[in-house]
């Protein structure tokens, strides 16, 4: 007690000499929670620690502040640095800094990844002991949201943060917030040192549809039958080579059948760009003289019809965080149904895109665009009342609705590794960073038979709560969309209400469901009866966001084996901020690993690290950044898996090699590989007169590099363990 007491001591002193630089910042006193009223000038303070599992292990101490002059002025908790108060032993700990003669509060909290958040007392721990022992009865002040980036999702998160009573700053605020919105990307707003974003760094970048089908590439090699719910796409040009052949092979075979394919443009949005094709031929490889970034997807030929439309499903999925892993589901979706009755692809109805491509931005130009206020008709309809339509017509949409569960989180779970690697790259733990979540929007296709097809992840889902009317002819405007309004508001009021600040519960994680494929239980199906929140939010509705994982964890936690190889990488990269291995560190991981062998030696691990990396390289020319990125590790980790575990499957290998290499203690990094450690430009001697497509030398640093490109790049073409052994060993 006493040794935490003087900790606190400590603490108390850098928070002195932070408040007083706290002092020139502009204070907003609207946001500052009102405190004591005791007219006593000795000050208290709460410190009330959390275990690292949850538990409330609270430790309420109390001790004078020796320098009252020093939080003079108010002082926000989140103007302190990390470095501040992360010394403490408790891994999870929040501190309630409490001057009563000014009621100036200073608050923190540091995180198990040693990052400093800023909190505020919750709900169960809204009282302060004074060093007389008086409880003091202290008014919780609203959450704080800082708007100014939002966007087009402002006005649903202006109607949200209404519904809640917190507090809006729309042109933001000098000292933190509790939230920060942002429209599009994690760095819309730099600098952000405590609190939480409602964007993951890397996301964007993830999500772009070539990113997303390697991800989903990569899943599928090693679980093709769980992975079945992406359609089979190739990536041009790299592919363009298979994707001929195979389409030659096909059609050789049987001369009757004609598939089609669709193509979609990298990084594009709102079917921009989208064209089918019957034949390689049509593709459209070049945008002038540069050969153009895109996705060539099987296109689904039977979809579920419903008024002779073809329709899709927005669903809304909210990543509460990644580490843990948690996955929220909203029940209500929207649906998007195209404007012309649907054929099967001809040749002569390929480019009639209000029958192929369900999206709104396309289809609200069509001349059969019907706009309903209703839920269940028109162009745009919720979720809950199509599923409702098919089951009035008999369908097993509780079988429906599990699919899609497993769909969704199968689909994260293919994109985390990469997240993960953003994540401690941009937020290194131990520095001063927020916290993340996201909203993101599946884009799911029902199959004739009911099977649900991931079309695309959208990291920024469209959240406009109006849509665009045409007034008179030629003149369009926008007008409130209650379908959209409905869903929405509901989407982001209760993420909201899942991250309050206040309101932190420990994860449920106890009771994982087990076993069988029915994940759903809860149908959202309209008409369902709305009940009152179980929790003490007034009159808010139940939340629309159902956990589905961990909840399910048993079913799916076998698929998160590139989630292990990348804490692989991670922990081989070395340097923090950054996202490529270099050499070296891949020498010392081999090393430590002990994969080398005499016919496997350290010149064959040279050969293979400059043969992944420089076709990785060389396949993204606009990539500045040095050295091997994690999906050409995990090329390497295949190779390695199937060079040592000849007789196994795939994956089988995959988990071999884990075991042995997460058995071996961390990195021994020499002096000289430190310096080399990461992206280095300095190469093994062995392996200096390879030439790499490396290296813009100016782009030193390593968030710099990472900026300056976003994509991680993939060969057409995995490394067979046959093909390389000709090359490497020797
Ligand atoms: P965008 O980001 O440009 O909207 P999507 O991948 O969502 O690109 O595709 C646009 C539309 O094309 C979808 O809403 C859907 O209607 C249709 N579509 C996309 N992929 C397929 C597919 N594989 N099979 C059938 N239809 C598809």
Known sequence: MSDHYGKVKVQLGQMKSLGEDAEKEEVDSEGEMPVSASPDQSSCITTTGTDALGSSNVCKQTGKISSKNSFSKPVQGSAIPAHAVKNLNTPICEYTLHNKGTGKILQGKSESNGNYVAVQASRNTQESFCEDGFKLPRKRRPVMVDTSKAKTSLEALKLSIKELKWKEFPLGRRIACDIYWHGVSFHDNENIVSGQVNKFPGMVEMLRKINLSRAMRTMQELFPEEYDFYPRSWILPEEYQQFSAQIRMVKERDTTVSPTFIVKPDGGSQGDGIYLIRDPSDLKLMVGAQPKQAVVQEYIHKPLLIDKLKFDIRLYVLIKSLEPLEIYIAKEGLTRFCTEPYQEPTQKNLSHVFMHLTNYSLNVHSGNFVHSDSQSTGSKRTLSSVLYRLAAKGVDIKRVWSDIIALVIKSVIAVVPELKLH???????????????????????????????????????????????????????????????????????????????????????????????????????????????????????????????????????????????????????????????????????????????????????????????????????????????????????????GRKFKSLLLREQVVALLDLCEAHPGPQFSVEDRRSLSCSRVLPRAIKTQTLCLSNPQLNSPAAQRRATSQDCRPHQRLKPRTLRANVEN
């Open 423 to 641: 994540y401690q790259a941009d937020i290194p733990p131990g520095k001063p960073g927020p916290t993340c979540f996201q909203i993101l929007g599946f884009d799911i296709l029902l199959m004739k038979n009911l099977k649900p097809v991931l079309l695309e992840v959208n990291s920024n889902p469209s959240m406009r709560i109006e849509h665009e009317q045409e007034v008179a002819p030629g003149v369009s405007e926008y007008v409130p969309s209650p379908v959209d309004e409905h869903v929405k508001v509901g989407v982001i009021r209760d993420t909201l209400r899942l991250m309050d600040p206040f309101n932190k519960k420990p994860t449920v994680t106890s009771q994982p469901r087990a076993g069988g494929s029915d994940h759903g239980e809860e149908i959202p199906v309209d008409g369902e009866a709305q009940g009152r929140s179980p929790d003490n939010t007034g009159n808010l509705p139940p939340l629309c966001l159902k956990q589905v994982y961990p909840k399910y964890t048993k079913q799916f936690n076998h698929l998160r084996l590139v989630e292990r190889i990348a804490a692989l990488f991670i922990r081989f990269l070395g340097v923090k901020g950054n996202m490529r291995l270099g050499p070296t560190a891949f020498r010392t991981f081999i090393r430590t690993c002990k994969l080398s062998n005499s016919n496997f030696t350290m010149a064959s691990v040279d050969i293979l690290y400059i043969d992944i990396t420089r076709r990785w390289s060389c396949a993204l020319p606009e990539s500045r950044e040095a050295g091997m990125g994690l999906q050409a590790f995990v090329e390497a980790f295949f190779y390695l898996a």
